[in-house]
């Protein structure tokens, strides 16, 4: 189990809340759920229903269809974020390639964050026009 001051850490070297105050990361820290994966276990299955955001804290996954990998994502990146934001079935799945830790932020406290704090909103859409761009 990480300290609140480790998770504050790990949460500001994140592209969603590189500008976030640190007073508000801390409160951020002490509500995220810790999980951890075993290699070649699947997070997040396509199609199916999610309203979570999960940051990849250690380790690395692989989002994929059953077809090919679209991205490898490592320590300080994020998905699930569309998901998070608009609940609809999954887009790809997401499998762990090795032992992985992530953070697991739920939907209703991101909209809270989202709603009171124009930084977390920013930092979504920023990573949200990149995924875009690099399509």
């Given at each position: 189990?990480?300290?609140?001051?480790?998770?504050?850490?790990?949460?500001?070297?994140?592209?969603?809340?590189?500008?976030?105050?640190?007073?508000?990361?801390v409160n951020i820290a002490s509500?995220?759920?810790?999980?951890?994966?075993?290699?070649?276990?699947?997070?997040?299955?396509?199609?199916?229903?999610?309203?979570?955001m999960f940051i990849i804290v250690?380790?690395?996954?692989?989002?994929?269809?059953?077809?090919?990998?679209?991205?490898?994502?490592?320590?300080?990146?994020?998905?699930?974020?569309?998901?998070?934001?608009?609940?609809?079935?999954?887009?790809?799945?997401?499998?762990?390639?090795?032992?992985?830790?992530?953070?697991?932020?739920?939907?209703?406290?991101?909209?809270?964050?989202?709603?009171?704090?124009?930084?977390?909103?920013?930092?979504?859409?920023?990573?949200?026009?990149?995924?875009?761009?690099?399509?």
């Amino acid at each position: 189990m990480l300290l609140t001051v480790e998770k504050t850490i790990i949460l500001h070297e994140t592209k969603i809340f590189s500008e976030t105050p640190e007073e508000l990361l801390v409160n951020i820290a002490s509500i995220l759920k810790e999980i951890d994966i075993n290699e070649g276990d699947t997070i997040i299955k396509e199609g199916g229903m999610g309203s979570s955001m999960f940051i990849i804290v250690e380790g690395e996954v692989k989002v994929h269809d059953e077809e090919s990998t679209i991205a490898t994502l490592g320590p300080g990146e994020v998905f699930g974020e569309l998901a998070a934001l608009d609940p609809e079935p999954r887009m790809a799945s997401v499998t762990a390639l090795e032992e992985t830790k992530l953070f697991k932020i739920e939907q209703e406290i991101l909209y809270e964050l989202m709603a009171e704090h124009i930084n977390v909103a920013k930092g979504i859409m920023r990573v949200l026009c990149q995924r875009l761009r690099n399509k």
